[in-house]
């Protein structure tokens, strides 16, 4: 039986995976994020992938995102992805490990609070977030993935858009994951996704 790469196993895990992010939400601290569905033209200056390194932070320059730190994040036996831990990282954002790296060629997911029970979060601005904004993932490599924003879709958390989002891809793209939408039920009712390409810098 031929070995699978990382690539194949994550095609392979997204026909099952899901993501809630149940985990947002809570006390009604922070405003319900205003976040329009937009989309761009592909970047023009994309840039060839790079190998693989594992993330070691954020930064998003539109929205004051300055993460230091990225946990390494799984899913549990039902398929369904971890979230940074509400408590105690609602400022650290988290990468999917079963994908590929931020720069390698396929879509590298990262997931981060928007609030959480005890107020707002790491991506507490994600409404200032657009197409064209640039998103940087420094990488244990010492270099940095550099991505520019195509497209942002807020959609409800029951029609998420799995196969769009964890899907294979031939390029290096970034998928950005957060929370959005009203509170209910002490959760927000949607996901904002965040599509990136790999620019050169």
């Known amino acids: ?41 592909p970047a023009a200056d994309t840039a060839q992938p790079m190998p693989e390194s594992r993330p070691t932070g954020l930064r998003i320059p539109t ?24 408590d105690t990282d609602a400022d650290t954002p988290g990468w999917w490990t079963a994908g590929p790296t931020p720069g390698e060629r396929g879509a590298a997911v990262l997931v981060a609070h928007y609030d ?48 769009k989002v964890y899907g294979p891809t031939d390029r290096p793209e970034l998928r950005l994951l957060t929370c959005g939408g009203p509170l209910k039920n002490g959760h927000r009712a949607n996901n904002v996704i965040f599509y990136a390409d790999l620019v050169r810098t």
């Open 116 to 163: 959480t029970k005890h107020g707002p979060a790491l991506m507490k601005d994600v409404a200032k977030i657009k197409p064209g904004d640039r998103i940087e993932v420094p990488r244990a490599d010492g270099r940095t993935a550099a991505f520019r924003v195509r497209e942002v879709e807020d959609v409800p958390k029951e029609r998420f858009p799995t196969g």
């Open 1 to 41: 039986m031929p070995t699978l790469t990382r690539t194949a196993l994550a095609a392979l895990a997204a026909a099952t995976l899901s993501l809630t992010l149940t985990a947002c939400g809570g006390a009604a601290i922070a405003p319900d994020p205003e976040v329009v569905s937009t989309a761009a033209a």
């Open 63 to 86: 929205a004051h995102v300055a993460a230091a730190k990225m946990l390494d994040l799984t899913t549990d036996d039902s398929g369904e992805l971890a979230v940074p831990d509400a």
